[in-house]
């Protein structure tokens, strides 16, 4: 046999493979694919934002940021924002500065990421805070509200929060199509 042809016919055997196992998962099939840990996570999101209408909301940061914690577990050590994400931390480093009335130092920050991303409730707390930040700012203009989220008072109007948002729009129709795990 030639080299080519050989070559060819290994490449026709690994390529439909390879394609097999990179095939991505459509959204649907990740959010019904959670574990019962991710499921438990996601009720605890859904009964925490209702009181503020920030139901679904709260379960689509927890997708978005950690895979409904599984990003964390893989992370451990890493840069990980807990299961809502770091982009509310200048938020929640706002709020402290005014309590303490001086500037925060480099382990005050450190103190709040560990905070973030270990203590649900707080996370949860600093997340409603900064996601009525966005509400104040723009209304029920929720793609707006939503590239706030990741992009503060600064880049909401960013590429990269854009693109959060329509993630975000998609999840969330996953979401009202599939209903809460």
């Known amino acids: 046999m030639q080299r080519a042809t050989f070559l060819t016919l290994i490449s026709?055997?690994?390529?439909?493979?390879?394609t097999m196992y990179a095939k991505e998962l459509t959204l649907e099939q990740q959010y019904r694919g959670t574990t019962e840990k991710q499921k438990e996570l996601i009720r605890k999101l859904y009964n925490a934002?209702?009181?503020?209408?920030?139901?679904?909301?709260?379960?689509v940061i927890a997708w978005r940021e950690s895979s409904f914690g599984i990003e964390l577990e893989n992370k451990q050590g890493?840069?990980?924002?807990?299961?809502?994400?770091l982009s509310y931390l200048h938020?929640?480093?706002?709020?402290?500065?005014?309590?303490?009335k001086e500037d925060v130092t480099g382990l005050m920050l450190?103190?709040?990421?560990?905070m973030i991303k270990h203590d649900?409730?707080?996370?949860i707390k600093h997340a409603v805070i900064h996601l009525q930040r966005g509400i104040k700012k723009f209304g029920k203009d929720w793609m707006k509200v939503w590239a706030f989220y990741n992009g503060g008072y600064k880049y909401w109007d960013s590429q990269d929060a854009k693109r959060y948002a329509e993630d975000f729009r998609k999840k969330i129709k996953v979401i009202n199509k599939v209903g809460i795990l």
């Open 110 to 114: 450190w103190r709040v990421q560990e």
């Open 49 to 59: 934002g209702k009181p503020y209408g920030l139901s679904k909301t709260l379960v």
């Open 120 to 123: 649900l409730d707080f996370s």
């Open 91 to 100: 938020t929640v480093m706002r709020e402290f500065k005014v309590l303490l």
């Open 78 to 85: 890493e840069g990980s924002g807990g299961p809502l994400g």
């Open 12 to 18: 026709s055997l690994v390529v439909p493979m390879t």
